[in-house]
């Protein structure tokens, strides 16, 4: 049968209420991508989830038809989310297709082009907040509770629940859990959906490798971030809204929270591409903190089976590459200047 989305595919899975109804952009059933020659040089088995392949092109639409879904059914009309870039996008692309109002709140001036660009494609209603994400946060939390407009950020269950499906697909493709799952850490609603996934599925449990950016690290400082400051905008959070969540699932599976610089993550972005997948910085973080723990030999990579999470697309943050790296040579448009600048 023909794919037809995560709450056709899962939902018998999910707890969602009797009144949702499924509106889905087609999102899940992300390829979980061999990576042979990281696989060769930790010596393991190291395959990519793939997420930037999402219909928004984030790991957000997982949790967003879920929580889209089930706000049509009880009757909502507008959606409002905080977001560094993605979940805007991919809210306001759910909402559009349910035909509902989408307000998001962004940090000025801190969200990438492709998920600015996405949230006004899709027709949001776009605020810039003179203030962090954990600022928008605390105001869409305010203005929820006092009106009838619905929250999907992911305190809301729901999104929680639609993102469960990606633990769910990493059993499905391999028979079982892996060894290792390394993600990235922001707003910590993805590594509490992996966990509650893999738990319920009962295909075994991974070890959690869960990576913050050094400039973004409350749950490995153990206090908030007022300032948060890292070139992986979408994973610039100081205030964790599922930080004790986040907390527990690495302490229950025998995993760990790290932190890694923003020079680490570019590097490993950079290593990503090279093996031709391309991934926006915060969705590098995974990979840099497997490096990370490698190089201090406090991860032993022989022999096991691991996935890394990537996050979001390279497309929704070109300025990092075309700012930080160099950028095409000009030349004149004749067959001499072209032969002399290759060097053939
Ligand atoms: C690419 O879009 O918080 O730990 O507002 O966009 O579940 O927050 C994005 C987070 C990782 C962190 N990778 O996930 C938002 C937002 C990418 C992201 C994260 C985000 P969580």
Known sequence: MTYQGLIHRYGHLLDLPAHTQNI????????LIPMPRLSAEFGCELSIKFE?????????????????????????QTVICASTGNTAASAAAY??????????LIPEGKVAAGKLAGAIAYGAEVIQIQGSFDDALTLVVEITQKTPIALVNSINPYRVEGQKTSAFEICDVMGFAPDWLCLPVGN????????A????????????LGVQAAGAA???????????????????????ARGEQAL?????????????????????????????????????????????????????ARGKKIVVVC??????????????????????????????????
């Open 24 to 31: 889905s952009l087609l999102e899940g059933n992300t390829p």
């Open 52 to 76: 930037g392949l999402n219909p928004t092109g984030s790991f957000k639409d997982r949790g967003m038809t879920a929580a889209i879904s089930e706000a049509v059914g009880r009757g909502a």
């Open 95 to 104: 909402a559009a297709r349910a035909g509902l109002r989408a307000i998001v």
């Open 188 to 195: 910590a609603g993805n590594i509490t959906a992996y966990w």
């Open 197 to 208: 996934g893999f738990k319920q599925y009962e295909k075994g449990l991974p070890r959690i």
């Open 218 to 240: 409350p749950l490995v400082l153990g206090h908030p971030v007022e300032k948060p400051e890292t070139i992986a905008t979408a994973i610039r959070i100081g205030k964790p």
């Open 248 to 300: 527990e699932a690495a302490e229950q599976s025998n995993g760990r929270i790290i932190a890694v610089t923003d020079a680490e993550i570019l590097e490993a972005q950079r290593i990503l591409a090279s093996e031709g997948v391309w991934v926006e910085p915060a969705s590098a973080a995974g990979l840099a903190g497997l490096r990370a723990e490698s190089a201090r030999g406090t991860f032993d």
């Open 311 to 344: 996050t979001g697309h390279g497309l929704k943050d070109p300025s990092v590459i075309t700012d930080l790296f160099s950028s095409p040579k000009i030349i004149p448009a004749n067959y001499e200047a072209l032969l002399s600048v290759i060097g053939a």
